[in-house]
Nanobody, 119 residues
Framework: QVQLVESGGGLVQAGGSLRLSCAAS????????MAWFRQAPGKEREFVAR????????YYADSVKGRFTISSDIAKNTVYLQMRSLKTEDTAVYYC????????????WGQGTQVTVSS
C-alpha cells in the first residue's frame, strides 16, 4: 500500500525558507509523478509543483516559480520542496501527492503539513 508522509512544516517569518519532505513507500515510483499541493484556510486546494520520478522533469505554479524548488532523491524515495522568499500568502497546509504517469488524477495523498508564514 502506498504511503506518503510529509514533514518539515512550521512557522517562519516572511522572507524566510523552509524545506518540506515527502517520504514515499509501498511500491516502485520510477513511473510516477510526485507533486505538492497546498490549501489555505477558506480556499480550494491548489497545485504548487510536480516532478516526474523517471526523467526529473519539473513544473511549477506561477505563484511559486523562482522561489520554490522541487527535487527528488530516488535512493531515499523522498521528494523535497525547498521554499525560499516565503510570503504570508504561502501560508497553507501542504500536501504531497502521487500518481502514475498514465493517470490524470493524483490518487495517493499524504496527511499534510502546516506552513505558517508570519509578517
Amino acid at each position: 500500500q502506498v504511503q506518503l508522509v510529509e514533514s518539515g512544516g512550521g512557522l517562519v517569518q516572511a522572507g524566510g525558507s523552509l524545506r518540506l519532505s515527502c517520504a514515499a513507500s509501498g511500491r516502485t515510483f520510477s513511473s510516477y509523478v510526485m507533486a505538492w499541493f497546498r490549501q489555505a484556510p477558506g480556499k480550494e486546494r491548489e497545485f504548487v509543483a510536480r516532478i516526474n520520478w523517471g526523467n526529473g522533469n519539473t513544473y511549477y505554479a506561477d505563484s511559486v516559480k523562482g522561489r520554490f524548488t522541487i527535487s527528488s532523491d530516488i535512493a531515499k524515495n523522498t521528494v523535497y520542496l525547498q521554499m525560499r522568499s516565503l510570503k504570508t500568502e504561502d501560508t497553507a497546509v501542504y500536501y504531497c501527492a502521487a500518481k502514475s504517469t498514465y493517470l490524470q488524477a493524483y490518487n495517493y495523498w499524504g496527511q499534510g503539513t502546516q506552513v505558517t508564514v508570519s509578517s
